[in-house]
């Protein structure tokens, strides 16, 4: 009976630390997020196109509260939030309008950038207008561009970066395989021009990692969290082509961004 009263006892003070511990870890954890100043950057991913509900002062920019970065803020309640992400934003534009808000005590960057230098609406415009082979040809220009011209566009922005804030964690995001091969669609691009679409995405993105690691960045992969989601799936998390608004085509859903591109970020973070 004594044996059975100590161990109950002990299991208890146990149990007690355990929660004291994990309280004390929620508590800390809390405060680390509520001290950071959180800079969101980028072009159309980042500021959330796609998703809707944007912010009519954000203009042609399109930022959401649905984009990640803003659903991150929401539920970290940073020390501060600057979004300047912009649709249709290249390396250039980041560098000449985006910056503005970065200084020596930013904690956070984000940024996703690179697929507008690459022409990614162009590559897509082709594909979906002409052929096969056009398509291919356009994909592999692009290929070269990621090649000859992308990391110098990328390394002038990330040191532009670094430069003004010297001690923040930056988490560079890359973006997802638009295509499911052999998936739903019945309709639309060929497989050939589907999975082209989807080599180009890799390549790009191994492009901006091997940048990004240079830098001391850290470069963010969703092409996992969008597996099973992507276009010609049973759950898109991807705009397929939006004839009634072209921009929003080819862009995450607001689930893509708060099931696919905020889990990643918020464990980069």
């Known amino acids: 009976m004594k044996l059975a009263r100590i161990t109950a006892f002990s299991s208890s003070l146990l149990l007690g630390a355990v929660l004291a511990l994990t309280g004390a870890s929620a508590a800390s954890a809390a405060e680390s997020a509520a001290a950071v100043d959180y800079v969101a950057l980028g072009d ?151 999975a082209a679409i989807n080599s180009a995405a890799d390549y790009l993105n191994a492009a901006t990692e091997k940048r990004a690691a240079d830098h001391g960045f850290t470069f963010a992969s969703v092409s996992a969290a969008f597996t099973g989601h992507e276009i010609c799936s049973s759950a898109s998390w991807l705009n397929s082509l939006n004839v009634l608004d072209i921009g929003e085509s080819y862009h995450p859903t607001a689930a893509g961004q708060s099931m696919g591109y905020l889990p990643v970020f918020a464990s980069a973070a």
Not at 128 to 151: G, K, M
């Open 44 to 194: 159309s991913y980042s500021s959330g196109v796609g998703s809707g509900g944007y912010d009519s002062a954000s203009g042609a920019c399109k930022r959401t509260p649905r984009a990640y970065p803003a659903l991150w803020a929401a539920a970290n309640s940073p020390a501060s939030f600057a979004f300047t992400a912009c649709s249709g934003a290249r390396t250039g534009d980041v560098t000449a309008s985006q910056l503005g808000p970065l200084n020596s005590s930013t904690d956070l960057v984000s940024i996703s950038a690179g697929g507008n230098d690459a022409g990614f609406s162009d590559v897509m415009t082709v594909c979906v207008l002409q052929s096969e082979s056009a398509c291919l040809n356009r994909i592999a220009q692009a290929r070269a561009f990621v090649d000859a011209t992308l990391p110098g566009n990328l390394d002038t922005v990330y040191t532009a970066i670094r430069s003004k804030a010297p001690s923040a964690r930056v988490v560079v995001l890359g973006y997802p395989r638009f295509y499911q091969l052999k998936g739903t669609c019945i309709a639309g691009l060929s497989e050939a021009k589907r």
